[in-house]
């Protein structure tokens, strides 16, 4: 037996037959340890003794607050997220101690990822998911920027038909009838040669705008 109260010994093992409660909660609570359901049993009995380690194991498997083992318990002590992972034999970390008496240094490890991952797999998991990230938005740009640039080389070639000089010679025979008001001369001369205008504007944002795209993605940067 290790170097402790024995009366603290005995109500660890009170609070052990507590949380074992149903008669299958010991073979749970031996899963949730690694140890043998039949080794647990003879624990829970009475007829294998166990160290500090063991319990402090039991605490932190079960999510149970730190020392809460130290004190005599009933079931309504239980907190509800320690019997959740009870009833469930959902371990909240993982134990690679012994239950054995004799002293043994301590190898209690902290609740793990899933899958056992460790800081650095996990670092390297978020990078590459951070690169994966990246790149799926780069892609998407250029495809964007393609389609784009398509869609501007087919409103370029659009606005070609637009032969605005062609309809002059007939605006002028319809001057030259006299059968409008001099007002409606003004307005048709006037308004050609605003569309006509205006056509050649949209050519230039156009051919600026396929320019804009042929260019390098690259930002720009603030010295």
């Not at 009170?14 to 624990?43: C, D, E, H, T, Y």
């Not at 607050?65 to 309504?76: G, K």
């Not at 609740?111 to 460790?118: A, D, K, R, Y």
């Amino acid at each position: 037996m290790e170097d402790f109260d024995e009366t603290l010994f005995v109500v660890w093992r009170a609070n052990l037959n507590v949380l074992v409660g149903s008669p299958g909660g010991a073979g749970r609570l031996a899963r949730m340890m690694n140890f043998s359901p039949s080794f647990m049993k003879l624990i829970v009995a009475g007829q294998r003794d166990f160290n500090e380690e063991f319990i402090r194991g039991i605490e932190l498997v079960t999510g149970l607050p730190p020392h809460w083992m130290d004190d005599r318990r009933t079931a309504a002590d239980i907190p509800p997220e320690a019997q959740r992972a009870l009833d469930e034999e959902t371990p909240l970390a993982v134990f690679r101690g012994t239950a054995h008496p004799a002293p043994k240094r301590s190898v209690l490890r902290g609740p793990e990822p899933l899958l056992s991952q460790t800081e650095a797999t996990r670092r390297v998991a978020d990078l590459a998911q951070q690169q994966a990230e990246v790149n799926r938005r780069d892609l998407l740009f250029r495809k964007n920027r393609e389609l784009l640039s398509q869609d501007l080389r087919r409103l370029e070639r659009q606005l070609t038909l637009l032969q605005v000089d062609g309809m002059q010679p007939k605006v002028d025979e319809l001057i030259a009838a006299d059968r409008m008001s001099e007002a409606a001369k003004a307005d048709l001369t006037g308004r050609l040669e605003q569309i006509d205008k205006h056509v050649k504007l949209l050519h230039q944002h156009v051919e600026k705008l396929v320019a804009l795209l042929s260019s390098p993605d690259e930002p720009d940067t603030i010295d």
